[in-house]
């Protein structure tokens, strides 16, 4: 999911400071990807309920490429850790980033996951890059712009980690693979965060940053919206009794619920980093990506308000691929091969 805001020149380093600033406020982010985001339907609604994205449904997309660069040279994630992270918290997410591209991990793998995202291309032929490691990373542990952000203050945020400081060495400068990961903790609040989005992504500003680099923001919902960010480790209240939380596989809801949408933001940033390339729709201003297109759908016959058949581990937690030594749970992405959502999970592979 992207920012749906003055996006779409096409050609980054153009824009005018004042006319960004102008359409950034006027803006507002797509709908959060999370399902049910916003709404109040009955139970009956929830368990029956038609959606245009059955797991195996191909009729009405038509996922394009419209010729821009997709990140095919090795892609290096810098974390930026803005507020107070536990250790434990951050070894979950480094572990799943790292996940990405080990190919040794027990089947179904995060890497098996990965292989859907490396299947697109760029004009060349070239595919996704399948080496995805962590960079260097930062912390801003003191809340720097405070504890509630604009879509605007993130640009800053991100503008602060790579600027040279006099205490620390600020994160390197990589527009061509580079994947700037904001990571907001359980006690910062983001604009429209719980309301319609739990993360997106984007390219920074010139005029912000000084330079064109694609970025993500992530929160913790944690302690904010926990039914809405971390489904199905929380259930929002509206949907009633009838629905039950899962475990989460590492036992931090917020976290684990954290790694499906980062998960989600590489996915999109990867094969549509300047909001050019794989998309579906006709009008940029509202692309649908690839991870878009299979929210919430975690297994085999998911779709509606369905997740699909997901695995449970012996301690009782639910998931449905392995990382290098953990267990996550992250939604499918859209196959443009097959014309469907596919996950290393799925019961036909």
Not at 81 to 89: A, E, H, I, L, P
Not at 155 to 175: C, D, M, R, Y
Not at 213 to 229: E, I, Q, R
Not at 243 to 250: L, Q
Request: hydrophobic share 35%; glycine share 10%; proline share 6%.
């Amino acid at each position: 999911m992207t920012m749906d805001q003055c996006h779409r020149s096409y050609f980054p380093g153009t824009f005018y400071h004042l006319t960004g600033i102008f359409l950034l406020l006027l803006t507002s982010p797509v709908n959060g990807w999370r399902p049910w985001a916003n709404q109040k339907p009955n139970t009956t609604d929830l368990l029956y309920s038609p959606s245009k994205k059955y797991e195996g449904s191909s009729d009405l997309i038509q996922l394009k490429y419209h010729m821009g660069p997709v990140l095919t040279a090795n892609i290096t994630v810098y974390p930026i850790w803005y507020g107070r992270w536990g250790k434990s918290q951050k070894r979950i997410i480094r572990e799943f980033i790292n996940s990405i591209s080990a190919v040794d991990s027990k089947p179904p793998s995060v890497s098996g996951w990965w292989k859907t995202v490396q299947r697109y291309t760029d004009q060349t032929g070239a595919n996704i890059s399948g080496n995805v490691r962590i960079g260097a990373e930062k912390n801003d542990r003191f809340y720097s712009h405070g504890k509630s952000l604009t879509r605007l203050s993130i640009q800053s945020v991100i503008k602060s980690a790579v600027t040279a400081a006099s205490t620390t060495l600020p994160l390197p400068i990589n527009s061509k693979s580079g994947v700037y990961l904001l990571l907001t903790s359980d006690d910062v609040y983001v604009e429209n965060f719980c309301q319609d989005v739990c993360g997106f992504h984007y390219f920074t500003f010139p005029s912000i940053v000084g330079y064109t680099l694609p970025y993500a923001w992530v929160g913790n919902s944690g302690k904010l919206c926990p039914g809405v960010c971390a489904y199905p480790f929380s259930v929002p209240d509206y949907m009633g009794r009838g629905f039950k939380a899962v475990k989460s596989p590492n036992n931090d809801v917020g976290v684990d619920g954290m790694i499906s949408v980062i998960a989600h933001e590489i996915a999109e940033l990867s094969t549509n980093p300047l909001v050019n390339a794989w998309y579906a729709g006709e009008d940029p201003s509202f692309p649908v990506e690839i991870a878009d297109l299979c929210e919430g759908i975690y297994g085999s016959g998911g779709g509606g308000s369905y997740t699909g058949q997901m695995l449970n581990g012996e301690d009782g937690a639910t998931y449905n691929m392995n990382g290098i030594r953990r267990k996550f749970l992250v939604q499918w992405v859209w196959n443009h091969v097959v014309n469907y959502c596919t996950g290393p999970n799925a019961l036909d592979q």
